[in-house]
């Protein structure tokens, strides 16, 4: 989930506190940091050896343009960013929850419902970051994060807008060879629809555990992404259906994002999916959760236990003893440290608030229609929301 700061980490980024580590992604470290005022954020930096070729700043500060002007709506508000520092960095709203690949790796497959769920809301982002004229070029499980409200489009490492030339040579290979589609394999130009076949494989992916081109070596599976079918077993229909079309070869012959986020309300049965039952799926639920009591954990200097829970607190009764080692330990190793006393020195928690919760779907409530406003109508109101290389990467 993440991993207590090393020393060779800084402890500050612009005007972050940095607290944790989040994850190390293919050009630096992602911290997760907080704010003088209490908002958490993760801060993407970029390696100084990286940091060094012109090149790769560059392309840094295209992400950071291209982030900017897809927004938040469906992936990770901009908060702050310098790419001209050093290191470089990026600062955007932290968003609690698990990656869909490490949902899968941790928890297997997820249900069929909480799959065209998550489809819906991908489609529905994609819909968006397309119409902003941008496309996101490496869709894959490692750049979805799996919110409370909804899964949330992050990493524009390598995405592209449509309306300017790319500085990337023809011929570069730059994404996920799992994920990529097959003219993105062969290193031509991408447009939208690739990102269609890319989000086909990770719904494959989702509901079935395994990717639909198989295992293996990068070149193995480009190779069977190009030439071969996908292997699209134990997909339930419809959408199995909705996933095949998604992986057509001919890019003219995939569905555009907003029949697939059509076609994922009809996959969940009649009618719009029960979105309460679908999502947040229970064991994504019990990770939000945990990453939420991480943040509280965040404003106890001095490594106080872990705050219970609000739903177990409530059941806490006043006087009764805690079990020995009962509850959740904290991240970070501070089991067992003492709480720090009332007192003078007793440093008051202060509120840790993680962005503002997305419009589209609160408790009940139907998506604000802004970003939607021409996908067809009756689709289901849910969905919120690189590094690169100059050859294939893992996927992750
Ligand atoms: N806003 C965010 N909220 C929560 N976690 C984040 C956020 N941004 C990045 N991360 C974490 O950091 C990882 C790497 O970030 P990403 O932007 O994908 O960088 P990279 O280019 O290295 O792949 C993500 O997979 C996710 O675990
Ligand atoms: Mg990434």
């Known amino acids: 989930m993440a991993s207590p700061l090393q020393n060779q980490d800084p402890t500050r980024i612009g005007g972050f506190t940095l607290h944790r580590r989040l994850a190390i992604g293919g050009m630096g470290v ?39 002007r897809v927004g938040g709506f469906y992936g990770a ?5 310098d790419t001209d520092g050093d290191p470089p960095w990026l600062a955007t709203a932290y968003i609690p929850g698990p990656t869909l690949h490490q949902a899968v790796i941790d928890h297997g497959p997820m249900p069929l419902a909480s799959v065209t769920c998550m489809g819906a809301g991908l489609a ?26 909804g899964p949330r489009l992050i990493d524009f490492g390598i995405a592209r807008a449509l309306d300017v030339t790319s500085h990337t040579l023809t011929g570069t290979i730059m994404g996920t060879a799992a994920f990529m589609s097959p003219e993105q394999a062969r290193g031509e130009d991408v447009g939208p629809s690739g990102d269609v ?20 070596a990068a070149h193995a599976v480009t190779y069977r992404i ?12 419809p959408l199995a259906g ?3 079309r998604c992986l057509a070869k001919d890019p003219d012959e ?46 106890d200097p001095e490594g106080g236990k872990a705050p219970i829970p609000p739903k177990k607190a409530k059941k806490r009764k006043k006087g009764k003893k805690r079990k020995k080692g009962s509850g959740s330990p904290p991240p970070g190793g501070t089991t067992g440290a003492k709480r720090p006393r009332a007192g003078r020195n007793r440093r008051r928690a202060r509120p840790v608030r993680v962005g503002t919760p997305p419009p589209w779907r609160t408790a009940g409530a139907t998506m604000s229609p802004s970003p939607t406003s021409s996908l067809p109508a009756g689709t289901p ?16």
Not at 197 to 216: K, M, N
Not at 227 to 235: E, F, S
Not at 273 to 286: F, G, K, L, S
Not at 381 to 396: D, K, Y
Request: with cysteine; proline share 8%; aromatic share 4%.
């Open 226 to 237: 190009v030439h071969q079918d996908p292997d699209l077993t134990g997909l339930p229909h």
């Open 77 to 81: 508000e901009v908060v702050d960013s």
């Open 30 to 68: 992602v911290y997760l940091g907080r704010s003088r005022g209490g908002h958490v954020v993760a801060v993407k930096t970029v390696r100084p050896e990286i940091a060094a070729a012109p090149e790769f700043r560059r392309r840094f500060a295209t992400e950071v343009r291209t982030a900017r």
């Open 381 to 396: 109101a849910r969905a919120r929301s690189g590094a690169t290389g100059s050859t294939v990467t893992t996927p992750r």
């Open 124 to 149: 529905e982002a994609l819909h968006l970051v397309h119409s902003k004229g941008v496309v996101h070029r490496d869709v894959k499980p490692g750049n979805v994060i799996l919110g409370e409200h």
């Open 254 to 299: 995939r569905p555009s994002p907003a029949r697939v986020l059509e076609e994922c309300g009809d996959a969940a049965g009649d009618g719009p999916p029960d979105d309460a039952a679908a999502w947040p799926p229970d064991t994504v639920t019990e990770v939000i959760d945990a990453h939420k009591t991480m943040l509280l954990t965040l404003v």
């Open 242 to 244: 909705t996933v095949a």
């Open 197 to 216: 076949f890319s989000l086909g494989c990770l719904l494959a992916y989702a509901a079935t555990g395994r990717h639909p081109f198989g295992d293996g």
